[in-house]
Nanobody, 127 residues
C-alpha cells in the first residue's frame, strides 16, 4: 500500500504563499484520484482540491484561483500551491489517495472517497 508523507507547512503572514508537497512511497499513477484536505481544531475535515490520474482538477469555488493542485508522476509527488493566504486557511493539511471517482470526477467533497492518508502538515497564517 502506498504511504504518503506531507511537507512544506509552516507559519506565514496573511497574503503570503506556501507550497506543500506529498511524497508517495509508491507509484501515484495507480491512484484514480489524489486530494488535499485540511482540518482546523474543532472543525470537520474539508477538501481543498483534487486531481485525477488524467490531471483533471477540481476545487471548491471559495478556493479556486488561490490554490493550485498538481503532481509529478516521475517523482511520485503531489503538490498544493497556496497563494494569498488568509487567516482562515490555518489548519493541518493532509494529502490523500483514492481509487474511485464520483460520477466520473475526482471529488474533494468527502474524505470517505479516499483510502490512504498522510500524517498532515501544519499551516498557520497570522494577520
Amino acid at each position: 500500500q502506498v504511504q504518503l508523507v506531507e511537507s512544506g507547512g509552516g507559519s506565514v503572514q496573511a497574503g503570503g504563499s506556501l507550497k506543500l508537497a506529498c511524497a508517495a512511497s509508491g507509484d501515484i499513477e495507480f491512484a484514480a484520484c489524489m486530494a488535499w484536505f485540511r482540518q482546523d481544531s474543532g472543525k470537520e475535515r474539508e477538501g481543498v482540491a483534487a486531481i485525477g490520474n488524467d490531471d483533471s482538477t477540481t476545487y471548491p469555488d471559495s478556493l479556486k484561483g488561490r490554490f493550485i493542485i498538481s503532481k509529478d508522476n516521475a517523482k511520485n509527488t503531489l503538490y498544493l500551491q497556496m497563494n494569498t493566504l488568509k487567516v482562515e486557511d490555518t489548519g493541518t493539511y493532509y494529502c490523500a489517495a483514492g481509487y474511485v471517482r464520483v460520477s466520473g470526477v475526482c471529488s474533494y467533497v468527502s474524505p470517505l472517497n479516499y483510502k490512504t492518508w498522510g500524517q498532515g502538515t501544519q499551516v498557520t497564517v497570522s494577520s
